[in-house]
Protein backbone atom coordinates (compact mmCIF):
# COMPACT_ATOMS: atom_id res chain seq x y z
CA UNK A 1 0.00 0.00 0.00
CA UNK A 2 1.25 3.80 -0.66
CA UNK A 3 0.62 6.67 1.77
CA UNK A 4 0.87 9.93 1.22
CA UNK A 5 0.63 12.28 3.86
CA UNK A 6 -0.62 16.49 3.81
CA UNK A 7 -1.74 19.02 5.71
CA UNK A 8 1.46 20.14 7.56
CA UNK A 9 2.13 24.02 7.61
CA UNK A 10 2.84 26.50 9.79
CA UNK A 11 0.17 27.41 12.90
CA UNK A 12 0.79 29.44 15.89
CA UNK A 13 0.61 27.87 19.65
CA UNK A 14 -2.93 27.07 20.84
CA UNK A 15 -4.24 26.58 17.12
CA UNK A 16 -5.32 24.04 14.98
CA UNK A 17 -3.94 21.33 12.17
CA UNK A 18 -5.68 18.69 10.95
CA UNK A 19 -3.64 16.02 8.59
CA UNK A 20 -4.58 13.65 6.00
CA UNK A 21 -3.37 10.50 4.92
CA UNK A 22 -4.29 8.79 1.13
CA UNK A 23 -3.98 5.33 0.79
CA UNK A 24 -3.73 3.44 -2.55
CA UNK A 25 -2.89 0.27 -3.93
CA UNK A 26 -3.96 -2.00 -1.39
CA UNK A 27 -7.24 -3.07 1.09
CA UNK A 28 -7.12 -0.16 3.49
CA UNK A 29 -9.76 -1.63 5.59
CA UNK A 30 -7.78 -3.95 6.39
CA UNK A 31 -4.84 -1.91 7.98
CA UNK A 32 -4.25 -1.05 11.24
CA UNK A 33 -3.28 2.86 10.55
CA UNK A 34 -0.85 5.32 12.85
CA UNK A 35 0.36 8.35 13.24
CA UNK A 36 4.23 8.89 14.11
CA UNK A 37 6.29 12.48 14.32
CA UNK A 38 9.68 13.08 14.34
CA UNK A 39 11.28 16.52 15.88
CA UNK A 40 14.36 17.86 14.74
CA UNK A 41 17.75 16.04 16.47
CA UNK A 42 15.15 13.24 18.17
CA UNK A 43 13.55 9.46 17.66
CA UNK A 44 10.46 8.97 15.69
CA UNK A 45 7.83 8.29 18.11
CA UNK A 46 4.09 7.27 18.40
CA UNK A 47 1.49 9.68 18.18
CA UNK A 48 -1.96 7.87 17.70
CA UNK A 49 -3.38 4.72 16.10
CA UNK A 50 -6.61 3.51 14.71
CA UNK A 51 -7.79 -0.35 14.46
CA UNK A 52 -8.75 -1.14 10.73
CA UNK A 53 -12.06 -0.81 11.68
CA UNK A 54 -11.84 2.26 13.67
CA UNK A 55 -13.45 0.63 17.00
CA UNK A 56 -10.11 1.26 18.86
CA UNK A 57 -8.13 4.10 19.17
CA UNK A 58 -5.03 4.99 21.39
CA UNK A 59 -2.34 7.90 21.90
CA UNK A 60 0.49 9.02 23.13
CA UNK A 61 0.34 10.52 26.70
CA UNK A 62 1.08 13.72 25.05
CA UNK A 63 -1.44 14.14 23.01
CA UNK A 64 -4.17 12.33 24.79
CA UNK A 65 -7.16 14.78 24.57
CA UNK A 66 -5.56 17.22 22.01
CA UNK A 67 -5.34 15.20 19.32
CA UNK A 68 -7.88 12.88 17.56
CA UNK A 69 -7.17 9.97 14.82
CA UNK A 70 -10.36 9.28 12.55
CA UNK A 71 -10.37 7.00 9.31
CA UNK A 72 -12.76 7.09 6.46
CA UNK A 73 -12.63 3.53 4.80
CA UNK A 74 -15.06 4.57 2.23
CA UNK A 75 -12.57 6.89 1.08
CA UNK A 76 -8.94 5.43 2.03
CA UNK A 77 -7.62 8.08 4.32
CA UNK A 78 -6.99 8.54 7.49
CA UNK A 79 -6.92 11.83 9.44
CA UNK A 80 -5.24 13.35 12.31
CA UNK A 81 -6.99 16.12 14.18
CA UNK A 82 -4.33 18.24 16.11
CA UNK A 83 -6.04 21.23 18.37
CA UNK A 84 -4.53 23.19 21.50
CA UNK A 85 -0.79 22.57 19.47
CA UNK A 86 2.42 23.33 21.46
CA UNK A 87 5.76 24.54 20.11
CA UNK A 88 7.03 21.16 20.78
CA UNK A 89 4.57 19.48 18.46
CA UNK A 90 6.94 20.43 16.02
CA UNK A 91 7.95 17.54 13.84
CA UNK A 92 7.57 15.67 10.52
CA UNK A 93 5.06 13.88 10.78
CA UNK A 94 4.09 10.40 9.26
CA UNK A 95 1.28 7.80 8.20
CA UNK A 96 1.89 4.30 8.53
CA UNK A 97 -0.04 1.21 8.24
CA UNK A 98 0.40 -2.48 9.14
CA UNK A 99 -2.00 -5.42 9.32
CA UNK A 100 -3.11 -6.33 13.10
CA UNK A 101 -2.78 -4.85 16.18
CA UNK A 102 0.69 -6.42 16.68
CA UNK A 103 4.08 -6.49 14.63
CA UNK A 104 5.53 -3.47 13.17
CA UNK A 105 4.14 -0.69 10.57
CA UNK A 106 5.43 -1.77 7.02
CA UNK A 107 4.11 0.74 5.19
CA UNK A 108 5.14 4.58 5.60
CA UNK A 109 4.30 8.15 3.98
CA UNK A 110 7.24 10.45 2.80
CA UNK A 111 6.15 12.79 5.91
CA UNK A 112 4.07 16.11 6.49
CA UNK A 113 6.58 19.06 8.35
CA UNK A 114 4.00 20.56 11.48
CA UNK A 115 5.46 24.12 12.31
CA UNK A 116 3.94 25.13 15.77
CA UNK A 117 5.55 29.10 16.86
CA UNK A 118 5.55 30.21 20.20
Known amino acids: VQLQASGGGLVQAGGSLRLSCAAS????????MGWFRQAPGKEREFVAR????????MYADSVKGRFTISRDNAKNTVSLQMNSLKPEDTAVYYCAAKRGVAGSYNYWGQGTLVTVSS
Open 25 to 32: GGTFSAYV
Open 50 to 57: ITSTGGIT
